[in-house]
Nanobody, 124 residues
C-alpha cells in the first residue's frame, strides 16, 4: 500500500507560478512510476504529466508542455510539479498518482494509488 499526500496548491494570478509536492509513504517509493492529473468542475479527470522510475523519462499533455515540469526525489519519496505561466484554464484539483513498476504510464486506469488532491485556482 502507498499513501500519497499532495501540498502546495493555492490561489495565484495568471502568469504566476506554483510548486506542488506529493509525498509518498508505505511501500518502496522508488519502484513506482508517478503521474499528475487534474480535474476541473464538471469535467473528467485528465492527464497532466508523468515520470518513470528513476526519473529519466517524462511526458506532458500538450496543454502544459513548456510550462510545467515534473521531477522526483527518490531519497525523499517525493514528486514535484513546477507550474509556471499559469492560466485560468489550469484551475482544477490536482492529484498525484502512483503505479507499481518503472515504466511511464499516461492513463489514469494504469495507476493504483491516488492522493486526496490539492486545489489550484488561477485568477485572470
Amino acid at each position: 500500500q502507498v499513501q500519497l499526500v499532495e501540498s502546495g496548491g493555492g490561489l495565484v494570478q495568471a502568469g504566476g507560478s506554483l510548486r506542488l509536492s506529493c509525498a509518498a509513504s508505505g511501500r518502496t517509493f522508488s519502484i513506482y512510476a508517478m503521474g499528475w492529473f487534474r480535474q476541473a468542475p464538471g469535467k473528467e479527470r485528465e492527464f497532466v504529466t508523468a515520470i518513470n522510475w528513476p526519473g529519466s523519462t517524462t511526458h506532458y499533455a500538450d496543454s502544459v508542455k513548456g510550462r510545467f515540469t515534473i521531477s522526483r526525489d527518490n531519497a525523499k519519496n517525493t514528486v514535484y510539479l513546477q507550474m509556471n505561466s499559469l492560466k485560468p484554464e489550469d484551475t482544477a484539483v490536482y492529484y498525484c498518482a502512483a503505479g507499481p513498476g518503472s515504466w511511464l504510464r499516461l492513463k489514469k486506469d494504469e495507476y493504483s494509488y491516488w492522493g486526496q488532491g490539492t486545489q489550484v485556482t488561477v485568477s485572470s
